[in-house]
């Protein structure tokens, strides 16, 4: 089985700012591993994902995240937060061929 | 950028309702799949679908039903609606049962059940 816990429900950083939003994983299976975004009153899109083929993913918005398989962990970062950063995100874990395991979620606040 | 609809975005309907969500994606996506989002909680998978004529029930319990008849609709129903399933209900679609196909999400719907 598959679980995935999101330290901070919220983090708040200011603008310009390093974004870190942390992701722990527990998967019986090697893992596939998403971050999405939500913006209020919209669904999740794909932030990025990693497939095994290299630990550190990039994605879009100048988001990445570094796969750490002796830590289990895939953490989010961006090297300077802009206000349109702020949303809700979700960590996301997938083990089989049924649908994710996502994370409570954090909710990033960016301050002027 | 995704296409997968949900109609409606918000719905607002008294107890013993009958009600149905619906989702469309024009990806020609095999598998699809429903999420219950409670307020400032996570998702869980309430059912998915392989294809047509396919459904499973997800990880989270729910008195909802599905139905899968074309490749590019997945309705959610209610036969009964009550205040407990007062949620955000996302549909998603993917390409196929690989690990890591991306999962692309509709805009949900926001159900409030008096």
Sequence with gaps: AQSVTQLGSH??????ALVLLRCNY?????????????YPNQGLQLLL????????????????AEFKKSETSFHLTKPSAHMSDAAEYF???????DGLTFGKGTHLIIQP | EADIYQTPRYLVIGTGKKITLECSQTMGHDKM???QQDPGMEL??????????????????SESTVSRIRTEHFPLTLESARPSHTSQYLCASSRATAG????YFGPGTRLTVL
């Design chain 2, 33 to 35: 799949y429903w999420y």
């Design chain 2, 100 to 103: 890591a196909d991306t999962q």
């Design chain 2, 44 to 61: 869980h998978l309430i059912h998915y679908s392989y294809g047509v004529n396919s459904t499973e029930k997800g990880d989270l319990s």
């Design chain 1, 49 to 64: 994902k990693y497939t095994s083929a290299a630990t550190l993913v990039k994605g879009i918005n100048g988001f990445e």
């Design chain 1, 26 to 38: 527990s998967s019986s299976v090697p893992p596939y591993l998403f971050w999405y975004v939500q």
């Design chain 1, 91 to 97: 960590c996301a874990v997938r083990g089989g061929a």
């Design chain 1, 11 to 16: 983090v708040s950083v200011s603008e310009g």
